[in-house]
């Protein structure tokens, strides 16, 4: 009769963590607070080199502010030398005008448990960014509708370990180009409370991203706090466009933070160099940053590099590479010593398919982005084909191994339970620490594990099919959509989002370039 109770009992036990394993769950990690130390790859010497070489770019080559006369008359009220579009930086001013900037800031979400810290020691994961094409298993690749858009909005929200709804998940290609920013902003502030990134491809449309940020927050709030991170490249080398600039102006006279960061491709947009590339990527960033402490002064901003190489033979861009490492590392030692936040890494790769070389070119570039010292990591989980495809399955084996970052970036506990040594003492010379009183405290956090991937014997992952990575991803794909519960929200604000975006949709034609 106790034999039985007692296989009953465990078989409850067995039963309960089923269960709690199995349940659907809505828990978001908290963002990273790192306890390693930052790989840093340059000397001090090196260091003023390239600060001293992108000083002399400034001054003696200079930047374009194209089609911008309000940029130039601001630059050239600050000091600058400026010969029709072309601004020359006198050595130091960049620099000088950028100590305004904030060293870190908070970007509040709409649930307060959400809100994130960029800067310090702090990691910050946001999904991937911009591809105009989607793929998954079932239908393969093809064209970004509004419905994969707010699929992936969905993900982001039920992913553990994403701290970050991102921006343009991927690109509706079915809605007007002049009308989906609408869209996609009410996506993010309606199916997540993640923070969320606001539209950048027209100043007009980044307006429309701080008035809506206004009904969901309250103007009041807006006008104090920053709730929109938002992503401002530099068109390499050298040129700051008026499209891009028009919306970093809207964002900074808002006090809303935005990312400046060059897009290069080296070989083709920077020298073939490490040293030469960081060269242009600090001038760029200088010049940017600077230029938003004109426009506001203390506007929250981060330090951007996006970075890869390219391939000799077919001009592609690679990933995953030594050289795009050193100049991650690089670029965070530069960005410290400016004390301003820093955004590089993703879960880059080449790939056509989540297959063997997604999987190595992503899992460098994951890691290599938490040893650089990266405190907002665009492009996180979902990243396919340089760029060009958000995939489904990838998004979620991406968003799964985030959770390795977490553990690596607690370092080794060292507390009395890290210790161990009441474990050592229990077991002795020839036992096993699996019953002991140390193992049963602390088997359920002791290690991280995946919620993906595969760890049966042979014999029971044969039995179920012999189920690849991509497999079990497409499944996790499904049962996560049809988990998906909306988070609340106040009936008069999601009308008021609802009604702007109807209004603003109705005012225009439809444009499709």
């Known amino acids: 009769m ?17 269960a709690e ?37 400034l001054e003696e080559i200079g930047v374009n502010f194209l089609e911008n006369p309000a940029a130039l008359a601001l630059w050239r009220a600050a000091g600058a030398d400026v010969r029709g579009e072309r601004v020359h930086i006198p050595r130091g001013l960049a620099r000088k005008l950028c100590a305004t900037a904030p060293a870190a800031f908070t970007q509040h979400a709409r649930n307060p448990l959400r809100n994130v810290d960029i800067g310090g ?44 709804s991102g921006g343009t998940v991927c690109e509706p290609t079915d809605v007007p180009v002049n009308k989906r920013h609408l869209d996609m902003l009410h996506a993010h502030m309606t199916l997540s409370d993640k923070p969320f990134m606001g539209s950048v491809t027209e100043p007009v449309r980044a307006e429309d991203s701080v008035e809506m940020a206004k009904l969901l927050f309250g103007s009041d709030f807006v006008d104090q706090n920053t709730v929109m991170t938002s992503l401002i490249n530099i068109n390499s080398p050298l040129t700051f466009d008026s499209t891009m600039m028009g919306a970093l102006e809207v964002y900074a006279r808002a006090n809303q933070a935005s990312i400046i960061s060059p897009f290069i491709v080296g070989g083709a ?60 590392y690089g670029a965070g030692q530069l960005a410290r010593r400016m004390k301003l936040p820093y955004r590089s890494g993703g879960s880059f790769c080449g790939s056509k398919l989540p297959d063997a070389q997604a999987a190595y070119e992503t899992a460098n570039s994951l890691n290599m ?145």
Not at 2 to 10: L, S, T
Not at 128 to 143: C, H, L, M, N, S
């Open 121 to 164: 020691r702090n990691l910050v994961l946001a999904p991937v960014y911009g591809p105009p094409f989607v793929r998954d298993r079932e239908k393969g690749r093809r064209y970004a509708t509004m419905e994969d858009f707010r699929n992936f909005v969905k993900l982001g929200y039920m992913s553990k370990w994403l701290h970050h």
């Open 21 to 57: 394993r199995t349940a659907v769950s809505l828990d978001s990690a908290k963002f990273i607070s790192r306890n390693i130390p930052n790989f840093e790859i340059l000397n001090d010497e090196a260091l003023e080199i390239i600060e001293w070489n992108a000083d002399t770019v």
């Open 269 to 328: 947009m920077a020298p073939v160099t490490v040293a030469g590339t960081l060269t242009q990527v600090l001038a760029e960033v200088l010049a940017g940053v600077a230029y938003s402490q004109l426009v506001r002064p203390g506007a929250p901003v981060i330090f951007g590099a996006f970075v890869t190489s390219i391939d000799m033979n077919s001009g592609a861009p690679t990933f995953g590479t030594p050289e795009a490492a050193h100049i991650t």
């Open 2 to 18: 106790n034999e039985v109770a007692g296989r009953r009992a465990r078989g409850g036990g067995g039963s309960a963590r089923r």
């Open 369 to 513: 982005a938490l040893l650089a010292g990266v405190n907002f990591m665009l492009h996180a989980c979902g990243w396919l084909e340089g760029g060009l495809v958000s995939s489904y399955e990838k998004f979620v084996m991406d968003a799964d191994q985030l959770g390795t970052l977490h553990h690596l970036a607690q370092g080794i506990i060292m507390d009395q339970n890290g210790q161990g040594m009441d474990a050592i003492r229990e077991v002795g010379p020839g036992g096993h620490y699996l019953g002991c009183a140390h193992t049963q405290a602390n088997f359920k956090t002791a290690f991280w594990r995946s919620d993906l991937l595969d760890y049966k014997p042979f014999e029971t992952w044969d039995e179920e099919g012999a189920r690849d990575t991509e497999t079990l991803a497409a499944e996790r794909v499904k049962k996560m959509l049809g988990d998906y519960q909306q988070p609340a929200l106040d009936e008069g604000i999601a009308e008021s989002l609802a009604d702007y975006v109807a209004r603003k949709k109705a005012s225009a034609p439809d444009a499709f370039i």
